[in-house]
């Protein structure tokens, strides 16, 4: 802070931020100052090797990361955004940048930038045009086409149901996670946005309920939805514990098929409180000048120059009835009935236990996965996954899981010892043990893909219950399209045709 005044500069994978701020008419000159001194960069070797210091330990630091925040942070923008590089890509490149390299890039930015600039609080327009004239001095380049720029973008995942496996870098964590997100409508249609952030609603309380309370799967349990970077709306769920990570995320699929039936029993009164709940924070108006500008970068940052967002949200919530949530989820999110059905699971392993290999994934279910999970947790060791997809296909002909329990404490009763069957059945099926559930999940699993016509494919990328394995992010992020750039909702046309675009 300095003279009432203070500046912020950020670097990120696509651009350079500043921010200013302050009481004084002097925050033209700041940013013109802060400016011109990064096209002026310049450093020593000592410096360099601090920063790479720095940000190796940064990275590496990320791989100690709590489970879900691998996965809803980092590791999400790596599924879902273009560019985007992992902790662990960075820091395998970081010997390779050299002090040379460092300068050049830096130059090549001052030589030719694409420049966003925001002025708010107590500026006219005049002052305003004086800032940006500042800047523009201060940069003292031509400005970059803006053919020529590139904004970050999502990635257009093909319909289907995506999973991806890795296993843990730090050996002292004893947590798995997952996070399994459903792809929603465009985020170009206000409706589509408001119909997922109702639904988001309706869903935040009974998930943590259920998976954190009720099943007690761990502290951290939640849903979130999202709006992705030039790309369709997303409702994500999150749960870490140091059950299995197939179990889990059967936990929540089983959550998820159920949820219809909430929507269904959500009575007219409970989806008022919520659209006015929504509407009364769409209406706050900002506390502050830094809120206000932060939601009007944001606007700018999407590249929708949507400044009159919250006014259209506010107006289609008021249309809004429950059936729309109902068709909604029907539409997007009801693998029974969504046309375009799209869908990925990552599965983040703790170190201590063996992800599934790719070979393993072809040849079983996920169900079957989380079953041995549970298995072994429980201290009944030495089943194979060959074994238990064999009683569990063979147990959802009867439709009994009593007789499955039977079916796989067989296994662990060799024949001519004294151990009991009964007892171990009971110890199978006893509360407090993840067992019974696993069970039951897979059984209605395996009848679901019977009644799947298309259940048999020979494509070699699926499991047996038809979804698409992930190995490589990477590769698999080439091989789809990417969203096109949002449209603009406001006409970008130069109010001052003399004042070339910054």
């Not at 009007?296 to 506010?314: K, N, T």
């Not at 992020?477 to 949002?486: E, F, Q, T, V, Y």
């Amino acid at each position: 802070m300095l003279a009432g005044m203070a500046y912020f500069v950020a670097c990120t994978e696509s651009q350079v931020d500043i921010q200013v701020a302050g009481f004084s008419s002097k925050l033209p000159l700041l940013i013109a100052t802060v400016v011109r001194r990064l096209t002026e960069f310049a450093h020593s070797e000592q410096t360099f090797n601090t920063s790479r210091a720095f940000l190796r330990e940064a990275y590496q630091d990320a791989h100690v990361q709590q489970p879900y925040e691998q996965l809803h942070g980092d590791g999400h923008k790596h599924a879902n955004r273009v560019p985007h590089w992992p902790a662990a890509t960075l820091e395998a490149e970081l010997d390779s940048v050299s002090s040379d390299h460092l300068q050049a890039y830096a130059d090549s930015i001052a030589r030719s930038p694409y420049v966003k600039i925001l002025v708010a609080g107590n500026f006219d327009e005049a002052g305003a045009l004086d800032a940006a004239d500042q800047v523009r001095a201060a940069l003292g380049a031509r400005p970059l086409p803006k053919r020529q720029h590139s904004p970050p973008r999502n990635v257009d995942f093909a319909r289907g149901h995506y999973v991806h496996h890795a296993q843990m870098s730090d050996s002292s964590s004893i947590n798995g996670a997952v996070e399994s997100t459903v792809y929603f409508g465009p985020v170009a249609s206000t409706k589509e946005r408001m119909v997922l952030s109702l639904v988001a609603g309706v869903v935040h309380n009974p998930f943590f309920s259920q998976l954190r309370t009720q099943e007690q799967l761990g502290y951290v349990a939640f849903s979130t939805h999202r709006i992705g970077a030039s790309g369709r709306a997303m409702l994500s769920f999150v749960v870490q514990s140091e059950s299995n990570p197939a179990y889990l995320m059967q936990r929540i699929d089983s959550f998820a098929r159920g949820f219809r039936q909430r929507l269904v029993d959500y009575t007219d009164s409970e989806f008022r409180n919520l659209v006015e709940s929504q509407i009364s924070h769409r209406s706050e108006a900002p506390k502050s000048i830094h809120w206000e500008a932060g939601l009007l970068w944001s606007r700018i940052s999407d590249g929708d120059y949507d400044f009159g967002r919250l006014a259209d949200e506010i107006a289609c919530l008021r249309m809004l009835r429950k059936e729309d949530l109902l068709a909604a989820w029907d539409r997007h999110a009801n693998p029974d009935s969504a046309a375009n059905y799209t869908r990925i699971d990552r599965l983040l392993w703790p170190a201590a236990s063996r992800a599934p290999s790719p070979a393993d994934l072809q040849a079983y279910t996920g169900d079957v996965i989380a079953l041995l999970g549970c298995l072994e947790s429980a201290g009944f060791r030495g089943a194979t996954l060959a074994e238990l997809a064999a009683t569990v296909g063979a147990a959802s002909l009867a439709g009994r899981v009593n007789h499955a329990l039977e079916a796989l404490a067989r296994i662990y009763v060799a024949p001519g010892t004294d151990r009991d069957t009964a007892q171990v059945v009971d110890r199978l099926g006893a509360n407090g043990t993840c067992i019974r559930a696993a069970l039951e999940a897979a059984l209605a699993a395996r009848d679901r893909q019977r009644a799947v016509a298309d259940a048999a494919d020979d494509d070699t990328r699926k499991t047996p219950d038809g979804k698409y394995i992930i190995v490589d992010m990477d590769e698999f992020k080439a091989a789809h399209p990417l969203h096109d750039p949002p449209v603009p909702a406001t006409a970008l046309e130069p109010r001052h045709p003399s004042q070339p675009a910054v």
